[in-house]
T-cell receptor, first 110, second 116 residues
Framework: DSGVTQTPKHLITATGQRVTLRCSPRSGDLSVYWYQQSLDQGLQFLIQYYNGEERAKGNILERFSAQQFPDLHSELNLSSLELGDSALYFC?????????FGPGTRLTVT | AQKITQTQPGMFVQEKEAVTLDCTYDTSDQSYGLFWYKQPSSGEMIFLIYQGSYDEQNATEGRYSLNFQKARKSANLVISASQLGDSAMYFCAMREGSSNTGKLIFGQGTTLQVKP
């Protein structure tokens, strides 16, 4: 158990819909990262928050947004979903050197 | 631009033998960190080992060791005494910069199968 929690574990939704993925970092970690893992793109960094502020942005679509709340949990919002958004979405957190991943949310868009 | 290359899509190893998974990286930064993760079929990403660019000793964690060759820009993972539970996908990743926080860039992964 990495100490990073993600909900839900699985999500099935239709095209055009909007979903919210939730992440709680390890106790004491201020940085939260979101990654997307798909068969064609591999593991891609989406966005990073540090203590509530956006720190870095990667290959994140404009339809996607994220935020980190004062209690340090983070949410990734995916809207106008397309079939190609089907993927495994990971949240990770770091404090010292290591970066620990949550169990992931498997999103299926039908 | 930073890049991680894992040239072995799939590997087989006999149980109890050692195996080396290759990873090469490209970066212009002097300060960076290298990571290995294990992803079993259940999907979670399990942190295995970390090596800082300024660390003089190769990192070791139990049966895992990282063979760090800075001049060659390689960071191979060595798993000793392979077990059936080691069958999984393995990812090499890099973080640039001296900060302890920062995004990871991943390689394409190597699938390891341990034979009984």
């Amino acid at each position: 158990d990495s100490g990073v929690t993600q909900t839900p574990k699985h999500l099935i939704t239709a095209t055009g819909q909007r979903v919210t993925l939730r992440c709680s970092p390890r106790s004491g970690d201020l940085s939260v990262y979101w990654y997307q893992q798909s068969l064609d793109q591999g593991l891609q960094f989406l966005i990073q928050y540090y203590n509530g502020e956006e720190r870095a942005k990667g290959n994140i679509l404009e339809r996607f947004s994220a935020q980190q709340f004062p209690d340090l949990h983070s949410e990734l919002n995916l809207s106008s979903l397309e079939l190609g958004d089907s993927a495994l979405y990971f949240c990770a957190s770091s404090g010292d050197t290591e970066q620990y991943f949550g169990p992931g949310t498997r999103l299926t868009v039908t | 631009a930073q890049k991680i290359t894992q040239t072995q899509p799939g590997m087989f190893v006999q149980e109890k033998e050692a195996v080396t998974l290759d990873c090469t990286y490209d970066t212009s930064d002097q300060s960076y960190g290298l990571f290995w993760y294990k992803q079993p079929s259940s999907g979670e990403m399990i942190f295995l080992i970390y090596q800082g660019s300024y660390d003089e000793q190769n990192a070791t964690e139990g049966r895992y060791s990282l063979n760090f060759q800075k001049a060659r820009k390689s960071a191979n993972l060595v798993i000793s005494a392979s077990q059936l539970g080691d069958s999984a996908m393995y990812f090499c990743a890099m973080r640039e910069g001296s900060s302890n926080t920062g995004k990871l860039i991943f390689g394409q992964g190597t699938t390891l199968q341990v034979k009984p």
